[in-house]
């Protein structure tokens, strides 16, 4: 029998046998949901069908499946139909980025768990839906919190 593969204790230690190659969003529309997201985050598309979509800077990837009869799931929460995944986008002003998603086609809805944060410390944050109807929030990045949160940062100790 081959050797498990072994995963480091600490994956900072040693190369991580695994590396995450790209994030993939299933939708109705991979070639208009690509273009939304290409102009928010001011991405290059280097793959177009109408099935399959990528968009990168480079350094990640985002891509787009066509899915027949797609339907997003309800924000917010639905027993029925739960979330899957969504989007954490760092941004150094939430309102103007906020304004800025919207003007694209972006939905803000009136459920905002991020408006007044549960976690002490953490600073507001907007959900926003796609033009497809994926959640995905808006908040600052990690070293724009402060010292005290109680959530995991990277390069940072719990």
């Known amino acids: 029998m081959p050797d498990e593969p072994r995963v480091p204790d600490d994956p900072r230690a040693e190369p991580a046998p695994f590396v995450l190659g790209a994030v993939t969003l299933d939708c109705a529309d991979p070639p208009g949901l690509a273009d939304f997201y290409a102009r928010l985050l001011g991405w290059s598309t ?3 069908t109408d099935e399959y979509t990528s968009i990168s800077d480079g350094r990640a990837t985002l ?8 339907e997003a799931a309800p924000w917010p929460d639905s027993p029925a139909q739960p979330k899957r995944a969504h989007l954490d986008l760092f941004v150094r002003d939430v ?17 905002q768990p991020g408006a007044s944060p549960d976690w002490p410390g953490h600073p507001p944050w907007a959900t926003l839906l796609d033009p497809e109807g994926h959640p995905f929030c808006l908040l600052l990045p990690p070293e724009l919190h402060p010292t005290d949160a109680p959530h995991v940062q990277p390069g940072r100790s719990s």
Not at 65 to 70: F, L, M, S, T, Y
Not at 95 to 106: C, D, I, M, R
């Open 63 to 70: 891509c787009f499946a066509r899915v027949a009869e797609h």
């Open 95 to 111: 309102e103007v980025a906020t304004a800025a998603a919207v003007a694209l086609g972006a939905t803000l809805p009136g459920h």
């Open 46 to 48: 280097f793959f177009r």
